[in-house]
C-alpha cells in the first residue's frame, strides 16, 4: 500500500522464518526445557516414593521378625506345658497338680489347667470349681473335633495334634481368657478329650511389649488359625469375638499367597485409610501376626521432599518464562514492522486510514469506503480532515486536524465524521504513530449508535430528575403554605407537618444522590466558588440526617469558625451529607453524632475543617486506607444499600477544592471524618 507501508511488504517474505525462531526461542524451548525437567524431578520423587517404602516394608519386616521370635519363646513354653499335662494320667479326685510359682515364672498372666473327656465335660482341672462344667461348644473343644489320630512332633517332645490358641472370651471362668488347648489320644490314637490352659488377655502384651513403637499410627494384630482377633494393639477390648475372614483386605491375599511371610498396601478394614501391611505366620503355631503403618505417616518426609522438588520446579519455570518474556519483547522489536503490516490485513472489519505528514490519505480500506461513503480513488491524496471532518472543526492552515508533531496525538479519540452524504457518525479512532517522517495510521470504529443511547440515557435522566423535581416542589410549596396558616392547629398536627416537609426533603436529597456521576463529572470541569456560611452547611447537616433518622442525636459543635468561606457551597454541602447519611447508617439508634466547624490556626496549615464525629464500633483498621476508593464497600456495608461512590466522590469534591478528607478511628471509640480546606480569597471566585 504505496510507499508507507512497501518496505513492509518487502520484508513479508521474511516473517515466516522470525515467527518460527520467535516460537523456538519463546514457546518450544522453554516448554521442553520444563518437561525435562519435571520428568528428572519426577522420577526422582517416584523413585524416592518407592525407597521409602521398602525402607518401611524392610522395618516392618524386622519388627514381625522379632515378634515372631518371642512369640515362639512363650508359645514353646506353653505349649510343653500342655503335652507335658496331656501325657499325664489324670489324678484320683480329678485335680492337676500346678506349681503356680513355676507357671508363673514360665508363662505370663496364667490362668487354670483344665483336661476334657471326649465329650467335653471337664475331668480334671488345676481348680476344681471348673471340674465338671460341659465345654462341648467352646472354641477351643470343636477346634479339635477333626484332628487326625496318632502322634505328631509338638514343642517340647512327641505329642499329639497341635496347638490352638482360642478368641478372648469369658464363659469359662468370667472374665476375659484366651484358651490355649491341645487333643489328647489313648494308645489306639482315639480322641479322648483335650488339655487346655487358661491365659489373661494381656498375654500378647506382656510377650510383646519390647517392640510396641511409640508410633500412635503404628498397629499390631494378633489372629488364629480361624480368623479369630486374638489381640490388637489399641483398644483390644473392642475387637474381642470379632472375625477377620470377611472384613480384613489382608487375610485372604496373605492365605492365597501361600507364604510364611507377605506385603500388602491397601485401606484398613477399621477406618478406610491406606496403610503398609506385614503379614507373618509365627511358626507352625497356627497363629498369624500382622504389623501395620499409616502410609501418610511413612511419607511425611517423602511429601516433604516432594513439596522441595515443586518449589524448584515453579522457580525453574519462572526464570525460564522471565527470559522467555524477555526475548519475546526483543523478538516483538524486530517484528513490529511485520506486525504492522499484518494488522493492517487482520483489521480489514475495522476503519483503516492512513496519512502522511500534511494530512494527506495514505491508505484506505474497504471498511473506510463503506462507512464514510466515499471510494478508495476519491480520498488519496487528500486532506482527510478537510474531507469528512465537519465545519469549524478542522484548522485551516493544514497540519493533521490541527496537531503539530507526533508527540501531540492522542493514542485513542472519539471524533464525528462527516460521510459523501452529509450524515453525521462518531468514530472511535485508535492512532498509531509511524517516525522518519512521522505518520498516523488510525483504526476506527463507528460508535454512532453507543453515542445515540448516551444521549437518549442522559434524557432519560433528566427527564425523570425534572418529573421528581416537580411534584416535590409542589408538595414542599404546599407544605409550607400548610405551616403559615396552621397556628390554629394541635401539636400533632404540626408534627405532621414537620415530617411531611423533613420527608420531601429528604427525597430531594436522594435525587441528588442519584445524579453523583453527573456531580463528579461537573468536579472534574470545574467548580462555582462563592460565598457559603460554614455555620450554615451544619445546619443543613443536621437537617438532613435528622430527617434521615430521628433517633440519632445530633450535635452541632460551633468552635469558632469563620463567618464565611469560599467554596462550591452545592458540592461541598453534598461531601458534607454524604459523611452524615454513613454516620447515621453505620451507628446504631441513639447514638450521639457530632458535627463540628472550627478554624484552623495559620501555622502550619490555615483554613477551615469540618468534624463529622460518631461514637460508634469505628472501622476496621485493614479498611482505613481503602475507604475513599471508588465502589470500594467495607465488610459492614453489606448489609446497607449503595454502590460505594459517596465517599469517593466526598473525597473528590475536597482535593479538587485543594483540601484533604481523612478518617481515622477515635480513641473513645466510633470514626472521625477531617475535611479540611484551605483558606481562599474573595478574588479566588468565579
Not at 480329678?94 to 465329650?119: C, H, M, N, Y
Not at 507364604?259 to 498369624?288: C, K, Q, W, Y
Request: net charge negative; aromatic share 8%; charged share 25%.
Amino acid at each position: 500500500m504505496l510507499d508507507l507501508i512497501r518496505p513492509f511488504l518487502r520484508r513479508l517474505d521474511s516473517l515466516q522464518t522470525l515467527r518460527e525462531k520467535l516460537y523456538w526461542d519463546v514457546v518450544l524451548l522453554p516448554a521442553v526445557t520444563l518437561v525435562i525437567v519435571a520428568t528428572v524431578l519426577g522420577k526422582v520423587a517416584y523413585d524416592e516414593y518407592g525407597r521409602v517404602q521398602e525402607a518401611e516394608f524392610r522395618l516392618l519386616s524386622a519388627h514381625a521378625r522379632n515378634a515372631d521370635a518371642q512369640l515362639g519363646a512363650a508359645l514353646h513354653k506353653v505349649d510343653g506345658l500342655l503335652v507335658r499335662f496331656g501325657n499325664t494320667p489324670v489324678q484320683p479326685g480329678g485335680r492337676l497338680e500346678v506349681d503356680p510359682e513355676r507357671l508363673r515364672s514360665d508363662i505370663p498372666a496364667p490362668g487354670v489347667l483344665f483336661a476334657t473327656d471326649a465329650a467335653g465335660r471337664i475331668v480334671a482341672a488345676s481348680d476344681n470349681a471348673l471340674r465338671g462344667r460341659l465345654v462341648a461348644a467352646a472354641p477351643f473343644f470343636t477346634a479339635h473335633r477333626e484332628t487326625s489320630a496318632g502322634p505328631v512332633a509338638g514343642v517340647g517332645g512327641e505329642s499329639d495334634g497341635h496347638l490352638f490358641i482360642s478368641r478372648p472370651e469369658d464363659t469359662l471362668l468370667g472374665r476375659m481368657s484366651l484358651v490355649f488347648s491341645r487333643p489328647r489320644f489313648d494308645a489306639a490314637g482315639k480322641t479322648v478329650g483335650i488339655v487346655g490352659l487358661t491365659v489373661d488377655y494381656r498375654f500378647f502384651t506382656g510377650v510383646l511389649q519390647a517392640i510396641n513403637s511409640d508410633d500412635s499410627e503404628s498397629m499390631t494384630v494378633i489372629y488364629n488359625r480361624e480368623g479369630d482377633f486374638l489381640f490388637r494393639r489399641v483398644d483390644p477390648e473392642k475387637f474381642f469375638g470379632l472375625n477377620m475372614v470377611k472384613t480384613s483386605t489382608v487375610y485372604g491375599p496373605h492365605r492365597a499367597a501361600g507364604t510364611p511371610e507377605s506385603r500388602h498396601i491397601g485401606p484398613s478394614a477399621i477406618n478406610g485409610m491406606t496403610r503398609l501391611f506385614i503379614v507373618r505366620d509365627v511358626g507352625d503355631s497356627g497363629i498369624s501376626l500382622i504389623l501395620s503403618r499409616q502410609l501418610d505417616e511413612v511419607l511425611a518426609t517423602w511429601r516433604r521432599d516432594a513439596l522441595i522438588y515443586a518449589v524448584i520446579f515453579v522457580f525453574m519455570a519462572i526464570v525460564l518464562l522471565s527470559l522467555s518474556a524477555m526475548a519475546a519483547r526483543r523478538k516483538q522489536q524486530l517484528l513490529a514492522a511485520q506486525a504492522f503490516a499484518e494488522q493492517l490485513i487482520a483489521t480489514a472489519n475495522v476503519m483503516v486510514v492512513g496519512r502522511d505528514v500534511c494530512g494527506r490519505v495514505t491508505i484506505f480500506n474497504e471498511t473506510a469506503a463503506r462507512i464514510s461513503g466515499y471510494a478508495r480513488e476519491e480520498v488519496i491524496g487528500r486532506d482527510w480532515c478537510r474531507l469528512t471532518a465537519p465545519a469549524g472543526m478542522v484548522e485551516q492552515s493544514g497540519g493533521m486536524c490541527g496537531y503539530r508533531s507526533s508527540d501531540d496525538i492522542p493514542l485513542t479519540i472519539e471524533l464525528p465524521l462527516r460521510t459523501k452524504a452529509g450524515q453525521e457518525r462518531i468514530i472511535s479512532w485508535s492512532n498509531s504513530v509511524i517516525e522518519a517522517p512521522w505518520a498516523v495510521v488510525s483504526f476506527g470504529i463507528d460508535v454512532t449508535e453507543r453515542w445515540d443511547m448516551d444521549a437518549e440515557r442522559e434524557r432519560f435522566v433528566t427527564m425523570v430528575s425534572h418529573e421528581f423535581r416537580t411534584p416535590l416542589a409542589t408538595i414542599d410549596g404546599a407544605i409550607q403554605y400548610l405551616e403559615m396558616h396552621a397556628q390554629a392547629a394541635d401539636e400533632s398536627v404540626r408534627k405532621r407537618h414537620g415530617k411531611i416537609q423533613r420527608s420531601v426533603e429528604r427525597l430531594t436529597v436522594l435525587l441528588d444522590d442519584y445524579l453523583l456521576q453527573e456531580r463528579l463529572g461537573r468536579v472534574m470541569h470545574g467548580l462555582n466558588i462563592g460565598p457559603v456560611s460554614p455555620l450554615a452547611l451544619l445546619d443543613d447537616l443536621r437537617m438532613t440526617a435528622t430527617a434521615l433518622s430521628a433517633e440519632h442525636a445530633f450535635e452541632i459543635e460551633d468552635t469558632g469558625a469563620p463567618a464565611v468561606i469560599y467554596c462550591d457551597g452545592d458540592l461541598m454541602r453534598l461531601s458534607l451529607r454524604v459523611l452524615s447519611d454513613n454516620a447515621v447508617k453505620y451507628t446504631p439508634p441513639g447514638t450521639t453524632i457530632r458535627l463540628v466547624g472550627r478554624s484552623v490556626p495559620p501555622v502550619p496549615e490555615g483554613g477551615v475543617e469540618f468534624l463529622v464525629c460518631d461514637n460508634g464500633s469505628g472501622i476496621p483498621e485493614d479498611e482505613l486506607p481503602h475507604l475513599f476508593d471508588k465502589f470500594f464497600r467495607g465488610r459492614r456495608a453489606a448489609r446497607q444499600s449503595g454502590t460505594g461512590i459517596g465517599l469517593h466522590l466526598a473525597h473528590s469534591v475536597v482535593v479538587s477544592h485543594g483540601g484533604t478528607l481523612t478518617v481515622c478511628n477515635a480513641a473513645g471509640g466510633g470514626a472521625e471524618f477531617r475535611l479540611w480546606l484551605p483558606e481562599r480569597r474573595p478574588s479566588e471566585a468565579s
